[in-house]
């Protein structure tokens, strides 16, 4: 049962009817989190492990999706702080073998289940869909489950030898295949109107604000027949500032460039846009990676609001994949003037595995 305009936990129970070997309780808030956490799930599911999950906002439709149903729901109350408990004594309820814990941004419901986890002993692994992710936790996992060489190396800084660190793979790096409706409509709108279509995808208010401007003034020193297509996060998009909405903050900053500002009101997400754009810009999002991935040019736009946003969220002053080649925009010049994603970009980033990580959590109940 979903409670409308209300922080939404649910649990999901799916018992096997096999022996199982392990009860396996998952938490996650953010879908593109919660999108790394089921397939592992799924694979757990059908080796006969009992799995169960806690559910936050918006990832409870990507659970769903794969088949797993709310069987248990609670309302409870937004945990700004971590500091709020369901009522339900939710260890007790499921006694799981293991947590595994998402770190959306902010952590919420995964650092809280995590902590209590901590407090009754039971074994918590994380796994990481960003560099550092697990920063964004307060709990001691006993498990990592980090994207690459980058990912242990920041962990190993974080946690004593206790923590045992798994390369899982990248959950972005995957292969996005948009609708055919959107696939048409950017295909059109490009055979009829513009040259090359870039992709601006946005963040959280200041940040946006800032990428948006160098973005502009880049966009007017490139010539020629493109067109740029926004997305906006939802929730950051309808904040707003002196009563006036971040969305019509941002369309009225590229209303300078008239009719090349466009939509796809098909596209499910930005990363189906990503792989049908000619070139992807963002400070940090994982869309960039999706873009790489698709065989498309990408770039990260870097501003000081960019920076202290990193910053806060998980520690870093520089983006992983900028060190790892993605070209970087620090000042204002010609989109056609930046230098192509190298090759090996490619082959740095490796998919996400859930037998990896299935493996890696039998081994630490083990």
């Not at 202290?308 to 870093?316: E, I, K, M, Y």
Request: overall charge negative.
């Amino acid at each position: 049962m979903l409670v409308s305009g209300k922080l939404f936990c649910a649990v999901v129970v799916q018992e096997m009817h096999f022996d199982t070997v392990m009860k396996i309780l998952f938490v996650t808030k953010d879908l593109g989190a919660a999108k790394a956490a089921i397939p592992v799930a799924e694979l757990a599911r059908e080796a006969g492990h009992m799995v169960s999950v806690m559910v936050e906002g918006k990832s409870i439709g990507g659970w769903q999706d794969a088949g797993f149903r709310p069987d248990i729901a609670f309302e409870g109350q937004e945990f700004p702080d971590g500091s709020v408990l369901p009522r339900e004594n939710f260890l007790e309820l499921l006694k799981p073998d293991v947590v595994v814990a998402t770190q959306s941004s902010p952590c919420y419901l995964e650092d809280m289940v995590a902590r209590c986890a901590n407090n009754a002993g039971v074994p918590v692994a994380f796994i990481e869909d960003f560099w550092a992710g697990h920063r964004r936790s307060t709990a001691k996992p006993d498990l990592v489950l980090t994207l690459d060489g980058a990912g242990v190396d920041l962990a190993r800084a974080s946690y004593e030898d206790g923590c045992k660190i798994v390369i899982a793979g990248n959950p972005s790096v995957k292969k996005v295949v948009p609708s055919a409706e959107t696939f048409d409509d950017v295909k059109s709108m490009r055979q009829s109107l513009y040259d090359r279509g870039f992709l601006f995808v946005g963040a959280s208010p200041e940040p946006t604000t800032a990428e948006l401007e160098l973005l502009i003034e880049c966009l007017k020193k490139t010539t020629d027949g493109w067109c740029l297509i926004p997305a906006f996060h939802p929730k950051h998009a309808k904040a707003e500032k002196d009563g006036v909405s971040y969305q019509k903050i941002w369309l009225d900053m590229l209303s300078v460039f008239g009719d090349r500002i466009v939509f796809v009101p098909s596209a499910k997400n930005a990363d189906e846009l990503a792989v049908l754009c000619d070139a992807t810009f963002a400070a940090h999002s994982l869309c960039l990676i999706s873009a790489v991935a698709g065989g498309k040019q990408a770039a990260s736009l870097w501003t000081p609001a960019s920076e202290a946003s990193l910053s806060r969220q998980v520690g870093l002053l520089t983006f992983p994949l900028v060190s790892m080649g993605l070209p970087q925009i620090r000042e204002a010049t010609s989109l056609h003037a930046l230098p192509r994603v190298p090759e090996g970009l490619c082959t740095q980033l490796r998919p996400f595995d859930p037998n990896v990580a299935l493996e890696a959590i039998r081994n630490l109940v083990k």
